[in-house]
């Protein structure tokens, strides 16, 4: 049954020990970062602070910020089922005869399930202020000591784009720069940015560009926002899909926009069209703070929410952080999409070190020469793995998910003059190391075995291993022996 708003999460949450209420006052101005901090790095729950200093809007963090956590969002006992899912539909075929029809007419009615619908009304409409609002009402954090003040960082952004008509969703953060203005942090690569680009360069005298806000709502659709979707795949329908229920949406009252309808809050306005402000510095996802630059600027000119609403938010910074969780769940839910343009490819591993998009690591079945960077180029091809600064392959029986294994293998295979290759390209916004801004190179690393059609004539040694029946021998001596399991 999925979960009908944030409220029914926060009680799953309670009712599974994993969430801790905070009933006592803490700043959101680096205090309420402190305790998420604190509480991820050592296994701790999410927190709900119930008395937010400056605010009676309770305020949750870290909801996602676990392995169960994350089953308990999606409402799996595995991640791997909702990537099971996505497997099954990906290779439905035309059934044949009327038995195979049949039995696709479960799935097929499935599928209808995901799709958004309108409703008339919601919770999100409870209260709705067009005057008088201010977004200091929120308990809004000011995450780290230099950030340039206080960010929005856990939203849904709705923007449309011009040319399609179609609804995008994405996570961008947003700082807080006086009560009725923020940043809006479009990358120059988000959907949300394209919009931009796309209405500007319409010619059709448009100045404004509207957009609507929503913080808070079921798991499944808060996570939606930051799945890296190809552009003009509908997050609410993907949402649906990974609720197995449709996502209601409501009509924004000064926007032509919807928004979740179970939402806690929704703030609608306007991106003026070349109107840039300074944004930033923010300690960032990567462990550093990202340098101030220019972004458009959101005008909110009404707030809707629910009556006694719920702030919910998140921080990123030196990992393992909430986004580690969010983003590992991605890595399992998206591997089937890529196995279907990359059928070689076995498994994938982005070790919380390299933040997502510095390190990937990949098993592949080899099966010619040159194999290994045919499938690099190929993931730098890929929406948004194109940022993937340094790519490690190894073949199919390296586990990825033992780092240990993979660095003893990858060092002890490479010859790195030979199996080290750098290009040219797009890398992300935020990687301060980068020649440019959104340019520079990146590293692919050939940790495979070498073929003689590579051009490698030694002979290529054995993994040292004991055989099977040997180690069932020493089990039953072992245990003789009184020694430790």
Same mark, same amino acid.
């Given at each position: 049954?999925?979960?009908?708003?944030l409220?029914?999460?926060?009680?799953?949450?309670?009712?599974?020990?994993?969430?801790?209420?905070?009933?006592?006052?803490?700043?959101?101005?680096?205090?309420?970062?402190?305790?998420?901090?604190?509480?991820?790095? @050592?296994?701790?729950?999410?927190?709900?602070?119930?008395?937010?200093?400056g605010?009676?809007? !309770?305020?949750?963090?870290?909801?996602?910020?676990?392995?169960?956590?994350m089953?308990?969002?999606l409402?799996?006992?595995s991640?791997?089922?909702v990537?099971?899912?996505?497997?099954?539909?990906?290779?439905?075929?035309?059934?044949?005869?009327?038995i195979?029809?049949?039995?696709m007419?479960?799935?097929l009615?499935?599928?209808?399930?995901?799709?958004?619908?309108?409703v008339?009304?919601?919770?999100?409409k409870?209260?709705i202020?067009?005057?008088? =609002?201010?977004?200091?009402?929120?308990?809004?954090?000011h995450?780290w000591?230099?950030d340039?003040?206080?960010?929005? @960082?856990?939203?849904?952004?709705?923007?449309?784009?011009?040319? @399609?008509?179609? *609804?995008?969703?994405?996570?961008?953060?947003?700082q807080?720069?006086?009560?009725?203005?923020?940043?809006?942090?479009?990358?120059?690569?988000?959907?949300?940015?394209e919009?931009?680009?796309?209405l *500007?360069?319409?010619?059709n005298?448009?100045?404004?560009?509207?957009?609507?806000? /929503?913080?808070?709502a079921?798991?499944?659709?808060?996570?939606s926002?930051?799945? !890296?979707?190809?552009?003009?795949?509908d997050?609410?329908?993907i949402a649906?899909?990974?609720?197995s229920?449709?996502v209601?949406?409501?009509?924004c009252?000064?926007?032509?926009?919807?928004?979740?309808?179970?939402?806690?809050?929704?703030?609608e306005?306007?991106?003026e069209l070349?109107?840039?402000?300074?944004?930033?510095?923010?300690?960032?996802h990567?462990?550093?703070?990202?340098?101030?630059?220019?972004?458009p600027? =959101?005008?909110?000119?009404c707030v @809707?929410?629910?009556?006694?609403?719920?702030?919910?938010?998140?921080?990123?910074?030196?990992?393992?952080m909430?986004?580690?969780?969010m983003?590992?769940?991605?890595?399992?839910?998206f591997?089937?999409?890529?196995?279907?343009?990359?059928?070689?490819?076995?498994d994938?591993?982005m070790?919380?070190?390299?933040?997502?998009?510095?390190?990937i690591?990949? /098993?592949?079945?080899?099966?010619? !020469?040159?194999?290994? *960077?045919?499938?690099?180029?190929?993931?730098?091809?890929?929406?948004?793995?194109?940022?993937?600064?340094v790519?490690?392959?190894?073949d199919?029986?390296?586990?990825?998910?033992?780092f240990?294994?993979?660095?003893?293998?990858?060092?002890?295979?490479?010859d790195?003059?030979?199996?080290?290759?750098?290009?040219?390209?797009?890398?992300?916004?935020?990687d301060?190391?980068?020649?440019?801004?959104?340019?520079?190179?990146?590293?692919?690393?050939?940790?495979?075995r070498?073929?003689?059609?590579?051009?490698?004539t030694r002979?290529?040694?054995?993994?040292?291993?004991?055989?099977?029946?040997?180690?069932?021998?020493?089990?039953?001596?072992?245990? *003789?022996?009184?020694l430790?399991?």
């Open positions: 049954m999925a979960y009908a708003d409220r029914d999460f926060i009680r799953a949450l309670e009712k599974q020990g994993e969430l801790k209420r905070i009933p006592f006052e803490v700043d959101p101005r680096l205090e309420i970062t402190e305790f998420a901090d604190r509480s991820v790095k @050592t296994g701790g729950p999410a927190l709900l602070f119930e008395k937010p200093k605010s009676s809007v !309770p305020l949750l963090i870290n909801a996602f910020a676990s392995e169960k956590r089953r308990l969002a409402e799996v006992d991640i791997d089922e990537a099971a899912r996505i497997s099954q539909f990906l290779e439905m075929r035309m059934p044949e005869g009327i195979g029809k049949l039995k007419l479960p799935m009615a499935e599928v209808g399930a995901f799709f958004p619908k309108t008339s009304g919601g919770p999100c409870e209260v202020r067009r005057d008088g =609002f201010s977004l200091d009402y929120f308990p809004i954090l995450c000591p230099q340039g003040g206080r960010f929005i @960082t856990l939203p849904m952004v709705f923007s449309r784009n011009p040319d @399609t008509g179609k *609804r995008n969703c994405g996570c961008y953060r947003l807080v720069f006086d009560e009725r203005t923020t940043g809006m942090h479009w990358q120059t690569h988000k959907q949300g940015a919009h931009y680009r796309r *500007r360069a319409a010619g005298n448009a100045k404004k560009m509207d957009v609507a806000v /929503a913080i808070g079921d798991p499944a659709t808060m996570y926002a930051i799945l !890296p979707l190809p552009p003009d795949i997050e609410m329908m649906g899909f990974l609720r229920k449709p209601e949406m409501v009509k009252e000064t926007v032509d926009l919807e928004v979740p309808a179970n939402a806690e809050i929704v703030l306005g306007y991106v070349g109107e840039l402000r300074r944004e930033g510095p923010f300690g960032d990567t462990g550093f703070y990202s340098l101030d630059d220019d972004y600027v =959101f005008h909110v000119q @809707t929410h629910r009556k006694n609403p719920i702030y919910a938010t998140t921080i990123v910074g030196p990992p393992p909430e986004d580690f969780y983003g590992k769940a991605i890595e399992r839910i591997l089937p999409l890529m196995r279907m343009q990359l059928p070689e490819v076995r994938i591993a070790p919380a070190e390299g933040i997502f998009h510095n390190l690591l990949v /098993a592949i079945r080899k099966s010619y !020469p040159g194999h290994a *960077r045919k499938v690099m180029h190929a993931i730098w091809g890929l929406g948004q793995a194109m940022f993937s600064k790519i490690v392959v190894v199919e029986d390296v586990d990825v998910q033992n240990s294994e993979v660095a003893w293998k990858a060092l002890n295979n490479i790195p003059e030979r199996d080290i290759q750098f290009v040219m390209g797009p890398v992300d916004s935020l301060h190391a980068s020649r440019l801004p959104n340019y520079g190179s990146k590293m692919g690393v050939d940790a495979t070498k073929w003689p059609g590579e051009g490698f002979p290529w040694p054995d993994v040292i291993a004991m055989p099977a029946e040997v180690k069932t021998r020493v089990d039953e001596l072992w245990r *003789r022996a009184g430790q399991p």
